[in-house]
Structures are given as C-alpha cells and as structure tokens.
C-alpha cells in the first residue's frame, strides 16, 4: 500500500516466457514507474524473439534453482507465461513458489474449440497420436513442434510435412520434409500448404491462440481429420489468467 492508500504493483516480477502473451505482458508493463520486469527464456530457439526490457535465457537447475533465483533477485511475483505445453516449467514454477512463498500465476490462453464441420480426435499425448495416425491418413501435417517429432520416428508407412521455428534432431520418421517457419500463419496460406503436399491428416497440440488456427479452419474446410494432443493441466492450486489484461490485474491487486 502507498501511503495515499493507493495499491502498488509488486517490485520485481518474473514472467517465464516462451510465448506471444509473455512477451505482450512485458510490453505491457514497461515503463511502469517502481517497477522491475524481468522476462526468462528458455533458450531451445536460436534466434527467438525477444521481449521488451530485461532477458535472461537458460534454465534455472529445477525447482531449487528457480526458489533460489527468485530468492537472490528479490522477486515479488511470478507469472508462467510458458506455452501450455511446458508442463515441466509450469511444475517446477509451483514447487519453487509454493518453498518460497512468492505469489504465482499462470498465463494461458483457452485451447482452441470446435466448431460444427471439425473432424477432430482428442488424445492425451503425441504417442498417442502415433498410435492413431496410421487409420486416419499417410500424408500427415505435423505441426506439434520441433521436439514432438520424435514420437513419430517409428511410422514408416507414413510421409510427414514437419514445420518448426528450427530444424528437428533424431530419431526422425523415415519420410520427412521439414518446412522451418514461424507464425503467426495465414488461412490462405494453410489451405494452400495443405493442398499443395496433398496432406489427408493434421496434428496438432490443442496450444489454442490466433497464431496457429488457421491451419484449424483449413483443415475443416478441406475436411481433414486433425489429431488434436490435449494440454497438460495446469498445476493445482495455482491462479489461472485466460489473457494479458487478467494477468496484469492479478499483479495490480497484489498491492
Ligand atoms: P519444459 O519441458 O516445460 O521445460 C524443461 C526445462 O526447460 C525446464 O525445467 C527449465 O529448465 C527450462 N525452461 C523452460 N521454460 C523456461 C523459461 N521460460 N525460462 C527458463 N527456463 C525454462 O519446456 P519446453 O516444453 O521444452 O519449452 C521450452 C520453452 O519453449 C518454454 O519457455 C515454452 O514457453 C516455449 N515453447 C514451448 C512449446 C512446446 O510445445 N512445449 C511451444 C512453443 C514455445 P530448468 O529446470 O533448468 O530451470
């Protein structure tokens, strides 16, 4: 509290980023007077795109070194930015804020939903995935990220269209064509890729935002099937922001 009575926005914020919403989030809260941001990459993307105002990028050594960090910098709030799909982030954030006491949030945008004419299958993983695959298509468009392309090494009856911000490393599937590029994508677009490498089935992770659903409406108006990787959840306990303008209420509320 100042001493007007006014609530104060914490001191020094860690936004684990990785994604579109941390690096809005730490454009949104620059300049803030008293206020210091600091935004954490992974490191997994050579050239990534940086947010605005400070950057560290590497892991922290697991939960302890994150506690540790945030002990060391004097961090007032943590917002877990990270994609929905890094569940090992988003698990070692609680444990490190649950030992050390900092008030965390998690920063998710909805998954993406269904509208009539989707031919979608839910699975609970990318092995999953695999294990589908083969009676729905064999021009398959894998579009679940560099690291997941592994879990689809074993299909040799299949033909992959793999796109990704950087090349993917082995096991590889046998037939593969890797596309590097990077969002946010085009509908016209989409179609046009999925028509030109006569793709007959998608998958994707259910990573919801406007960047990567095009390929979505595409698919539903060619007809496709799409094998859609259900999200981790989110750990229990932890505070929940479906957007930037939640997050950035969560942190002006701390006081
Ligand atoms: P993960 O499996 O959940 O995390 C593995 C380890 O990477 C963590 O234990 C941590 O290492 C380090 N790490 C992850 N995110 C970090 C961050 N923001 N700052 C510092 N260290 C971080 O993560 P992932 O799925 O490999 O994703 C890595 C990054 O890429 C994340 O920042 C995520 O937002 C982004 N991303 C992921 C996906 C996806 O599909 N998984 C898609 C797009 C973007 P320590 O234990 O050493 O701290």
């Known amino acids: 509290?100042?001493?007007?009575?006014?609530?104060?926005?914490?001191?020094?914020?860690?936004?684990?980023g990785g994604t579109t919403e941390g690096r809005t989030l730490a454009a949104a809260l620059d300049g803030r007077p008293g206020l210091r941001v600091t935004s954490s990459l992974a490191g997994r993307v050579a050239q990534p795109r940086l947010p605005v105002g400070q950057v560290r990028i590497g892991g922290f050594g697991g939960p302890d070194g994150l506690?540790?960090?945030?002990?060391?910098?004097?961090?007032?709030?943590?917002v877990d930015a990270t994609h929905p799909f890094a569940a090992g982030m988003s698990h070692n954030a609680a444990l490190a804020a649950a030992a050390t006491g900092v008030p965390l949030l998690v920063l998710r945008r909805p998954g993406f939903a269904p509208v009539p004419g989707d031919r979608w299958h839910p699975v609970p993983s990318l092995a999953a995935a695999a294990a589908l695959l083969p009676g729905l298509g064999r021009r398959v468009f894998l579009s679940s990220g560099r690291q997941g392309i592994a879990a689809f090494a074993h299909l040799d009856g299949l033909h992959f269209l793999a796109r990704s911000v950087d090349p993917p490393e082995p096991p590889l599937p046998p037939s593969l064509e890797v596309l590097l590029d990077r969002g946010p994508f085009t509908l016209d677009g989409e179609r046009a890729l999925l028509r030109e490498h006569r793709?007959?089935?998608?998958?994707?992770?259910?990573?919801?935002?406007?960047?990567?659903?095009?390929?979505?409406?595409?698919?539903?108006?060619?007809?496709?099937?799409v094998v859609v990787v259900e999200r981790p959840p989110v750990p229990e306990g932890v505070p929940v922001a479906a957007d930037v303008p939640g997050a950035a209420r969560w942190l002006d509320q701390l006081g």
Do not use: F, Q, Y
């Open 1 to 16: 509290m100042t001493p007007d009575g006014r609530t104060r926005a914490p001191a020094h914020v860690l936004i684990l």
């Open 67 to 78: 506690a540790a960090w945030l002990r060391a910098e004097a961090v007032d709030a943590v």
């Open 199 to 225: 793709i007959d089935v998608v998958v994707t992770k259910d990573s919801g935002g406007a960047a990567t659903a095009p390929k979505l409406t595409a698919a539903r108006e060619l007809g496709l099937p």
